[in-house]
């Protein structure tokens, strides 16, 4: 499997992938894939990365600016990430997660945040516990991960394509 930045010609199949994965899921508003077209348009796509297998287009993997109590100090938000559903559980999420992070780290990023199910980005580092808020989301599953020693600590904003 390959992962590499996304390109224009990947935009109509990073739609349909995302749409496809979110579907079934009791939490999706339905706007993912509008979400990172947003993104992209108004230039808050920071990273965005597609797993490619057998010349098909199986995964893809956003990051967007975040700030805390209204700052901007490094800190990226991740997803939407979406593998697609006849593939799922084959390790596409995890290599595109792993994959963002260490080209986050290597752009000197502070940190990332998201908000997810603990289950599954623990894994990876992230942890829920209080310092970051999201509306009256609980706070477990608002999650981070610093690249560095410092903490986040406050309220969480994303970019204006997932706001
Ligand atoms: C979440 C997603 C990107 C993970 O990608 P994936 O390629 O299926 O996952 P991987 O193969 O890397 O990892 C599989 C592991 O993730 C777990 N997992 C997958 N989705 C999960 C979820 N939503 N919550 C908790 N665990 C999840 C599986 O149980 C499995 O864990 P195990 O190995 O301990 O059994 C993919 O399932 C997906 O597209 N889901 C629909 C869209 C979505 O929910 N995106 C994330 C929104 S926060």
Same mark, same amino acid.
């Given at each position: ?9 990947? /935009? $109509? ?6 749409? $496809?994965? #979110? ?39 956003? #990051?967007?600016?975040? #700030? ?26 995890? $290599? ?13 990023? $502070? ?9 599954? /980005? ?11 808020? &999201? ?22 904003? &994303? ?5």
């Amino acid at each position: 499997m390959e992962i590499r930045p996304e390109n224009s010609s990947d /935009y $109509a199949a990073i739609e349909r992938i995302t749409r $496809a994965a #979110f579907a079934p899921m009791p939490f999706s508003e339905g706007n993912e894939a509008e979400c990172i077209a947003k993104l992209r348009a108004d230039g808050d796509l920071t990273l965005s990365l597609v797993a490619i297998k057998d010349a098909k287009l199986v995964g893809h993997i956003a #990051f967007s600016p975040v #700030f805390i109590n209204d700052s901007f100090d490094g800190w990226c938000g991740l997803g939407p990430v979406s593998a697609s559903p006849e593939a799922q559980r084959t390790g596409i999420g995890s $290599a595109l997660i792993k994959e963002g992070l260490e080209r986050l780290r290597q752009m000197d990023a $502070a940190g990332c945040a998201l908000i997810g199910d603990p289950a599954y /980005y623990s894994r990876f580092g992230f942890v829920g516990d209080g310092r970051l808020s &999201y509306r009256n989301l609980p706070a477990r599953i608002v999650q981070w991960l610093a690249f560095n020693d410092t903490k986040p600590s406050g309220v969480l904003r &994303y970019s204006p394509g997932l706001e």
